[in-house]
């Protein structure tokens, strides 16, 4: 597991990238466009690889997919032969081409399914784990909340996955909550419309869940 493919080169994408680079894993951050990649090297650690999506999926034992959940399906259907038995981290969300609504945000999935599910429906030989979609890319890596240690809610359906990105997480700083199997994406995935109102309603983003256990 020590190397790791980043498929996105956003904010998340590159929080992440440098976040894995500094726990002293080997990283290639993906973007299928060449002219991004001057602009990338200067928001990167030195040691973080660029290439293009293929190359990413060639090179990860794990993957982050951290692309627009509307592009998610085409990206990975590009790169299908180099998925097989990979542990495949989804901070993908199924934000609809649409305006928030009072500060909701629509998605392009229904209530009784989710995006992650599509995913582990179409690459069966793959093992989604769902993580780091509901929270801003400021807070994914080390999160400074005082004395608060935030909760990531993960679920899916490969044990030994999850096991794996727990131990991302607690070394990101992170308190982990494993809600199950793959349906459950239907929950955490609708977390980051909860995330988002308070953004869009009065412009406040610097804030995170924890489950509290008595």
Same mark, same amino acid.
């Given at each position: 597991?020590?190397?790791?493919? +980043?498929?996105? %080169?956003?904010?998340? &994408? +590159?929080?992440?990238?440098? &976040?894995? #680079?500094? *726990? ?7 973007? #299928? ?26 090179? $990860? ?7 627009? &959940? ?11 032969? !180099? ?10 969300? =199924?934000?609809?081409?649409? =305006?928030?609504?009072? $500060? ?9 399914? %989710? ?8 690459? =069966? @030989?793959? /093992? ?8 801003? !890319? ?11 240690? =935030?909760?990531?809610?993960?679920? $899916? ?12 997480? #607690? ?8 809600? &199950?199997?793959?349906? %459950?994406?239907?929950? +955490? ?13 009065? @412009?406040?983003? %610097? /804030?995170?869940?924890?489950? *509290?256990?008595?």
């Amino acid at each position: 597991m020590k190397n790791i493919g +980043i498929l996105g %080169s956003g904010a998340v &994408g +590159i929080t992440l990238a440098n &976040g894995f #680079n500094k *726990l002293g894993f080997s990283v290639m951050l993906g973007t #299928n466009n060449p002219s991004k990649w001057e602009g990338l090297k200067a928001k990167l650690a030195p040691e973080v690889k660029i290439g293009n999506f293929q190359e990413v999926a060639s090179f $990860g034992n794990s993957i982050v997919l951290a692309v627009k &959940g509307s592009a998610a399906m085409e990206v990975l259907s590009s790169i299908e032969p !180099s998925l097989d038995n990979k542990l495949i981290m989804d901070a993908t969300n =199924p934000i609809a081409a649409l =305006p928030p609504v009072n $500060g909701v945000l629509q998605f392009f999935t229904g209530p009784n399914e %989710s995006l992650m599910e599509r995913f582990q429906q179409r690459f =069966p @030989n793959s /093992h989604f784990v769902k993580v780091f979609n509901s929270v801003g !890319s400021a807070f994914m890596v080390n999160p400074n909340f005082g004395n608060e240690k =935030p909760t990531m809610f993960i679920c $899916g359906n490969s044990e030994e996955a999850k096991s794996t990105v727990a131990t991302f997480l #607690n070394q990101f700083g992170w308190e982990v909550q494993d809600m &199950g199997m793959v349906e %459950s994406a239907r929950a +955490i995935e609708s977390l980051c419309m909860l995330w988002c109102i308070p953004g869009f309603l009065q @412009n406040s983003w %610097s /804030h995170a869940f924890r489950l *509290l256990k008595k």
